[in-house]
């Protein structure tokens, strides 16, 4: 196990490179539009189950 953190570190420190400052706002743009799309369609999905199972229920 301390041997695979080692190996981890000395990767991160030799081989991970960092995105520049505007491919990172660029990036941080989609992920957040792309959220809030998500988000929405969790809502409207959430809505529409919401009153099929009102309707059913009120039906009974």
């Keep these: 196990m301390l041997t695979y953190i080692k190996e981890s570190f000395e ?19 989609i992920v957040a539009v792309f959220s ?8 409207g999905v959430d809505s529409l189950l919401s009153k ?5 229920f009120n039906n009974l």
């Design 11 to 29: 990767e991160l420190k030799h081989n991970v490179s960092l995105p520049s400052r505007a491919e990172s706002s660029n990036l941080m743009v």
């Design 36 to 43: 809030i799309m998500f988000a929405l369609a969790t809502w």
């Design 52 to 56: 099929l199972i009102r309707l059913y």
